[in-house]
């Protein structure tokens, strides 16, 4: 039976926002990129500050939520089955979701960029170092763990247990403006709700056309390194293709059975890569260079976190550090919604542990793999960074596994667990953008109708279709792919009063939660009915 009606308020602009995108970045992919890099310079020096603030509040909320008694509150209620019924299935849903093209690439590319490329503000006040020094490989692997590790994941996490409580234990519908009912009343169910959600989807339709675009053209440069074969427009258009029917039929089966299945894969795999490179990476090198790391980053966390470079001018910040808070924020609401879905019936202390988990495993493979790729550059004259200054930071990751024994056989199993993760993700996104585009009767746990699924993950990839075979090049070098890599940045400003409000909001239902929470206080609450939604069991085994 249909219990669910399309959502026009929300459908239509996003269909006209898109159709916009996409001829003006074919026609003038400059111009288009101009106003993308305006955008973001504009950002960071008018709000780079509160950037960092709402990052290091988001830590704190999550820790003031961990450690005290709010971490015991079920999300759901008592009664509330688990979406998964393992911590390891959930475990490895989340972090394939996370990790998207990100660490796979990231995690050479950026700790050997700065071993020749220094990092700055080394005591917070414009400190240098020696290129291909011991600071520089210190300091870089330790601003690498910085940039991805716990403050990243963070601010996924804070959206996690804010949609969480809003959806499952308010019972109100499964969209980012229902948790903001806490601060704005029954208007978030009107105009301003709709433009909060518009926002927000916005912000995770871009995205995932930018990961896609990414991922494409990493798979392509993989092909072409290994095989030697020219991997051109087209070459890069049938991938996204496979990658687009793929990730189609997973979504199309549902969340469960597609996103379960290829989730478990790629973690085991990406498990067996780090023992691997651990092994054959010169394991004592590893484990000093990572335990240094582990200390600057400690050492310097607060000052590295805050550090914007005022007085000195330094870019640094703008570039790295701020602009990995900015992009984190722009992906935070499809994170947030993607991971609150599968997090009923868990307990909040349960849902943050479980969470963050994945900055752990992402810092454990930064240490592996960036430390292996440093030692490399140091003893075997590695042109690691040769390429990737050559070919594109894409390429990076090929040039190290050539280092490695079977290297052949590695780069191939990367380029298949590349397309795995992004399947994965990409599946995971086009059902938060299918729910989105719907009012249900069955709020988040409604499994949204799977032709919506396809029409969204068929727009989506059509942005990243056009960044990937486009020929339209500017006078100045710029292309359609670069305009679509920084697509995300458009949506920041508005993801940045999402959570600004956001963390208020989380603030106010966790310490009142004898008001807010329906589902553990149904006596004391004060959501009126009318603005509830009917709320179905997932079952906890299929």
């Known amino acids: 039976m249909k219990n669910y009606t399309l959502r026009k308020g929300i459908f239509v602009p996003m269909l006209i926002i898109f159709t916009f995108v996409i001829i003006f970045g074919f026609i003038n992919p400059s111009q288009f990129y101009q106003i993308e890099v305006a955008i973001s310079n504009f950002g960071y020096d008018y709000f780079g500050w509160l950037y960092i603030l709402i990052t290091l509040s988001s830590i704190g909320v999550l820790a003031w939520v961990f450690f005290s008694k709010k971490g015991d509150i079920i999300m759901g209620g008592k009664d509330a089955k688990p979406f998964y019924d393992s911590y390891w299935k959930w475990f490895a849903v989340a972090l394939i979701s996370i990790i998207g093209t990100g660490m796979v690439i990231w995690g050479i590319a950026e700790p050997v960029t700065f071993f020749h490329d220094p990092v700055t503000g080394i005591g917070g006040f414009g400190g240098t170092l020696e290129p291909m020094s011991q600071g520089a490989a210190v300091y870089g692997l330790g601003t690498a763990l910085l940039h991805w590790g716990i403050p990243s994941i963070a601010l996924y996490t804070i959206l996690t247990i804010g949609i969480g409580f809003a959806c499952y234990n308010m019972k109100l519908p499964y969209r980012i403006s229902s948790m903001m009912y806490v601060i704005f009343g029954k208007r978030v169910q009107g105009v301003l709700g709709t433009v909060i959600d518009v926002f927000c989807f916005f912000a995770i339709a871009v995205s995932v056309a930018a990961v896609l675009a990414v991922a494409s053209t990493t798979i392509a440069a993989g092909i072409s390194i290994f095989f030697g074969i020219e991997t051109g427009a087209a070459a890069r258009g049938i991938i996204l293709l496979v990658i687009l029917t793929t990730f189609i039929i997973s979504s199309y089966t ?15 795999i990406f498990v067996g890569l780090m023992i691997y490179v651990f092994i054959f990476g010169n394991p004592r090198f590893i484990m000093s260079l990572s335990t240094e790391a582990i200390g600057v980053t400690l050492d310097s966390f607060f000052t590295r976190m805050t550090y914007l470079g005022t007085v000195s001018g330094d870019k640094f910040p703008m570039w790295w550090t701020v602009i990995y808070w900015i992009w984190m924020i722009v992906y935070g609401p499809m994170m947030g919604l993607f991971l609150a879905k599968i997090a009923q019936g868990r307990t909040f202390r349960q849902v943050i542990g479980v969470t963050m988990l994945p900055a752990f495993f992402i810092m454990g493979w930064f240490l592996i793999f960036g430390s292996s790729a440093i030692n490399m550059e140091m003893t075997r004259n590695a042109p690691i960074y040769t390429t990737m200054s050559e070919r594109g930071l894409e390429a990076a990751v090929f040039a190290f596994f050539n280092q490695l024994p079977l290297g052949l056989i590695l780069g191939i199993g990367f380029i298949f667990v590349l397309f795995l993760s992004v399947v994965t993700m990409c599946d995971s996104l086009a059902t938060t953008c299918a729910s989105l585009s719907v009012n249900s009767a069955t709020g988040a746990i409604a499994e949204p109708p799977g032709y919506l699924k396809i029409f969204w993950s068929v727009v989506m990839a059509s942005v990243a279709f056009l960044a990937v075979v486009a020929n339209t090049v500017s006078a100045d070098g710029i292309d359609m792919l670069h305009a679509a890599k920084m697509l995300p940045m458009t949506g920041a400003l508005p993801m940045l009063l999402v959570y600004t409000f956001g963390i208020w909001a989380i603030v106010k239902m966790f310490r009142n939660t004898d008001k807010y ?26």
Do not use: C, H, W, Y
């Open 254 to 268: 549902g969340l469960k059975k597609g996103i379960r299945f290829l989730s478990d894969l790629n973690a085991k």
């Open 517 to 542: 929470d329906v589902a553990n206080n149904p006596e004391t609450a004060i959501v009126p009915q009318d603005v509830m939604v009917r709320q179905q069991e997932a079952p906890v085994k299929e």
